[in-house]
């Protein structure tokens, strides 16, 4: 299961699927959802490895709303439920489920203002108590990440 980028999968299925929705982000949630039951299926019992995949699939999803000028903030909304739901369906812990979401949200911070960044947190707050300021710092964890890879 390493190869399978499901990021990649998850922003191509959403791009299409978009097209031709009435409630995009809703479409992009229930999607990432449904995706990653199946790849949650092929985890075995008690292994580790729920995280990435969250937050790849929720990378792509965000990417492809993005791409095509959808609601970010709504769509992160949705998301972050849909997370919530599947971290109660599979017994997981919650807030790294929703952590996890986030920092493939926080990827965004490459692409986007900084005021958008911010209306992202504000909604995200607004929706789930202290996933606002989480969401900031899984930002900063992500540019201290990419600031550490180009030093010659």
């Known amino acids: ?70 609601s970010l903030s709504r769509g992160a909304v949705l998301l972050l439920e849909a997370m919530a739901e599947l971290a109660a369906e599979y017994n997981l812990d919650p807030a790294y489920i929703i952590r996890a979401g986030l920092r493939g949200i926080a990827d965004l911070r490459r692409f986007v203002r900084p005021e958008t960044l911010y209306e992202l947190q504000n909604s995200i707050e607004a929706h789930f108590m202290g996933a606002g300021e989480a969401f900031s710092e899984c930002i900063a964890e992500a540019e201290h990440q990419s600031s550490g890879r180009f030093h010659v």
């Open 1 to 70: 299961m390493e190869n399978f980028k499901i990021g990649q999968l998850t922003k191509e299925l959403v791009a299409l699927k978009l097209r031709k929705m009435d409630d995009p982000c809703a479409a992009a949630a229930d999607l990432v959802k449904k995706t990653l039951v199946v790849a949650f299926n092929g985890i075995p019992a008690g292994e580790p490895g729920h995280g990435p995949l969250v937050q790849d699939a929720c990378q792509g999803a965000m990417t492809s709303l993005f791409m095509a000028d959808h």
